[in-house]
């Protein structure tokens, strides 16, 4: 598959960056609190502190067994940033934030109901983003989801339905409830209008619509979110919410007091034109810094297999490599990272770093079956930091560590004592110490998917299995003992 469509080019990913983060057995990780700019102030969709599932960075010891810290290449802390233009160290933060602010708006977005189904797309892109507001006005929260671009589709559903899975299985949910009913949100649209003389066409595969009247209300009724009664009962003595409130936004008063309409990006993939939520986000970053979109992009070029992609992935990181770090992410899924790749190519070039004082030597991994993908659990790592040797290996449900000669073994119990609380009763303490073990006991992994024969590293995906991960350290009885031990 190629997406969006270009001629035969394939256009692609993006970059990750956080959810649940998993315990990993390195400390002192680089703190995502900086921008990519020293002293800039945190942005939206970064994180402090480790995430395993998808290390994004170089220059510092690996956080879990495999790969360093998280987060695209940093600058050298130690040397002075370079001279501050406007605010662009903000836009490319934004940028390369998309997909953790995307991925919980298309999550959010998903939750109204399921839409299995992929849409045939519109015609032109003001038709795209019509199908997506005015199916809401029709109460067709089903038709809006399946008309966004089918990579995000596909994405958005497998991560939600995975997650309602095993909220289901921990008796959080009852077992009726599906992606159709979980959110006790309905949203309706009215009088919708589009200024197609303002449409902004960034290149042969992206168009930007411009929204300026209609109104949006949106009912949300808690009570009808399908928590089981048992849940209820326990975590909530006073019973279930019951709230109703309803809010109505004037689309068209909006634009006369910000002078802005409501930008739509829609992308276009095969001969069909769908609305991007990930593109939307991306072009509002852009817009606000009066920066325009890359008339040229960085082309997907994956790996043979799952674990060559892990692998190159690895490589590209340590050796600050961003555009094969970019070529290696998913062509249809993370496509706005590929067409926004060379601005951040050339913003990056001129961020000053010090020299790559961390190398992966060795990546042992195996793979297993994961949704929508192939799952790379990594099993040991052998690795150079500032000219010291360093590894780590799973070993059942701990991680053994070796660094300048001395050994260390962290497991379950040992990151459920560093978390106890001498007010924490004993059973929930012992239900900690099962929850670590069995999370340390599922690996670090990434998951990887295929497009075209071709195998990439999904940001998104190894985010949402990092979460799932959580949750499937967990047992129906661990959950009941914990809300006991709070009444």
């Known amino acids: 598959m190629t997406y969006p469509d270009s001629g035969g080019q394939q256009w692609g990913p993006h970059n990750p960056q956080q959810y649940p983060q998993q315990p990993g057995p390195y400390q002192n990780q680089p703190n995502w609190q900086q921008g990519p700019y020293q002293g800039q102030p945190a942005q939206p969709g970064y994180h402090s502190g480790p995430n395993p599932t998808m290390p994004y960075g170089a220059n510092q010891p690996p956080q879990g067994p495999g790969f360093p810290g998280e987060g695209f290449p940093q600058p050298d802390p130690y040397q002075p940033g370079p001279p501050k233009r406007r605010r662009t160290g903000l836009v490319i933060s934004a940028i390369v934030a998309v997909i953790a602010i995307a991925g919980g708006v298309v999550v959010a977005v998903w939750a109204f109901n399921r839409g299995d189904s992929v849409a ?61 009913n979980v959110s006790g949100v309905e949203l309706k649209t009215e009088n919708l209008r589009f200024d197609d003389s303002a449409a902004e066409q960034v290149n042969d595969h992206v168009t930007i619509t411009k929204l300026v009247d209609g109104k949006l209300t949106i009912n949300s009724d808690a009570s009808k979110i399908p928590l089981a009664d048992e849940f209820v009962s326990k975590a909530m003595p006073g019973g279930a919410p019951t709230g109703k409130e309803t809010e109505t936004v004037d689309i068209g008063e909006q634009v006369q007091r910000t002078g802005e309409p409501v930008r739509i990006a829609t992308v276009k993939s095969g001969e069909a034109w769908y609305p991007s939520l990930f593109y939307s986000v991306a072009d509002y970053a852009l817009a606000e810094e009066d920066m325009e979109w890359p008339k040229n992009a960085i082309p997907a070029n994956g790996a043979g297999s799952p674990e060559e992609a892990v692998q190159q992935m690895a490589t590209a990181l340590t050796n600050q490599d961003l555009r094969r770090t970019i070529e290696l992410l998913p062509p249809d899924e993370m496509a706005v990272l590929h067409d926004v790749g060379p601005l951040l190519l050339d913003t990056m070039g001129r961020v000053p770093s010090g020299p790559n004082e961390f190398k992966i030597d060795k990546l042992d991994t195996e793979t297993s079956e994961a949704t929508g993908g192939t799952k790379v659990i990594i099993t040991s790592f052998q690795g150079t930091v500032q000219g010291q040797q360093i590894s780590a290996r799973q070993s059942g449900d701990c991680y053994e560590m070796t660094s300048g000669g001395q050994s260390q073994r962290l497991c379950g119990s040992d990151i459920a004592s560093e978390l106890q609380d001498e007010d924490l009763p004993p059973q929930v303490a012992a239900t900690m110490e099962k929850v670590f073990s069995n999370l340390l006991g599922q690996g670090v992994g990434v998951i990887t998917t295929e497009v075209d024969g071709k195998h990439y590293v999904s940001p998104m995906r190894s985010i949402g299995d990092s979460f799932l991960g959580v949750l499937r350290s967990f047992e129906p009885g661990d959950v009941k003992e914990i809300l006991n031990s709070l009444n």
Request: glycine share 8%; proline share 5%; aromatic share 0%.
């Open 120 to 180: 045939a797309g519109a015609q032109n892109p003001t038709e795209a983003a019509t199908n997506l507001v005015s199916s809401l006005g029709n109460g067709d929260v089903a038709g809006m989801l399946s008309s966004l671009a089918p990579g995000e589709a596909a994405l958005a559903r497998d991560m939600l339905n995975d997650t309602i899975d095993e909220l289901k299985r921990l008796e959080i949910l009852k077992p009726e409830a599906d992606a159709s």
